[in-house]
C-alpha cells in the first residue's frame, strides 16, 4: 500500500497528542455534565475510537451516517441521513464527532436538523479542516488540525470504502484517484 502514497500529512504520533490534548479540552469544558457523542459514520469512527478513551467525563456514545462522496472525491451538495440517532437528543448535552470538514455542508445539514430536537447545548469536534473549500460557514467547537486543500486519507477517511485502516492521514498518488 505504501507505493501508493505521495505523501503523508500528519503522521500517527501527532494525531495521537493533539487527540489527547482536544479530549483534556472536553473534559475540562465539560466538567460535572454527561455528554453524549455522535458520531458521523464513517469516516469518524477512528477518531472517536480514540477520542473517547482520552475523555475523563461520563459520555454515550451514538452514530448518524449521512450520504457522502460516493466513489468521487467531489461532494454532490446533497446530504441524506442514511441512519439516524437511537437516542433523542432533547435536554442532552451533544458534541457532533467528524472527521473532515469540507464544504460544510453535511455538518451544517446535521447540526440544523439536531437543532431542532432541542439539545440542551450542541458543538461540534472534527479531526480535521479544509477551509479552502468552504461553501456554507460552520463553527467548529474543537479542531484537530488545518489542512491544505487536498483529498486526504487514512485514519478513518476513505477514498472509494478503503485506505481507512492506515495510521496516518495521507494524499494519495494521482493515478490512485483518477482509477474509478
Ligand atoms: P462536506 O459536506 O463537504 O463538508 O464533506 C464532509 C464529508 O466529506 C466528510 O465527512 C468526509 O466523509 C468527506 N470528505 C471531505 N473531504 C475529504 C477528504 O479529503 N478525504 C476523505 N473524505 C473527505
Given at each position: 500500500m505504501n507505493e501508493l502514497i505521495e505523501k503523508i500529512l500528519i503522521e500517527p504520533k501527532e494525531i495521537q497528542e493533539r487527540v489527547k490534548e482536544l479530549g483534556r479540552k472536553i473534559s475540562e469544558d465539560y466538567q460535572g455534565k454527561e455528554v453524549l457523542l455522535v458520531c458521523i459514520l464513517k469516516g469518524a469512527f477512528v477518531f472517536l475510537a480514540d477520542l473517547i478513551r482520552s475523555l475523563d467525563i461520563p459520555v454515550r456514545v451514538d452514530f448518524i451516517a449521512c450520504s457522502s462522496y460516493g466513489s468521487s472525491?467531489?461532494?454532490?451538495?446533497v446530504v441524506r441521513i442514511l441512519k439516524d440517532l437511537?437516542?433523542?437528543?432533547?435536554?442532552k448535552h451533544i458534541l457532533l464527532i467528524e472527521d473532515i470538514v469540507d464544504t460544510g455542508l453535511t455538518l451544517n445539514y446535521i447540526l440544523s436538523i439536531l437543532k431542532e430536537r432541542r439539545p440542551l447545548s450542541l458543538k461540534v469536534c472534527a479531526l480535521?479542516?479544509?477551509?479552502?473549500?468552504?461553501i456554507v460557514p460552520v463553527n467548529v467547537d474543537y479542531l484537530g488540525f488545518k489542512i491544505p486543500n487536498e483529498f486526504v486519507v487514512g485514519y478513518g477517511l476513505d477514498f472509494n470504502g478503503h485506505?481507512?485502516?492506515?495510521p496516518f492521514i495521507a494524499v494519495l498518488k494521482k493515478e490512485v484517484y483518477s482509477q474509478k
Open positions: 472525491t467531489e461532494s454532490s451538495g437511537d437516542y433523542p437528543v432533547e435536554r480535521l479542516d479544509k477551509p479552502e473549500r468552504r485506505y481507512r485502516n492506515l
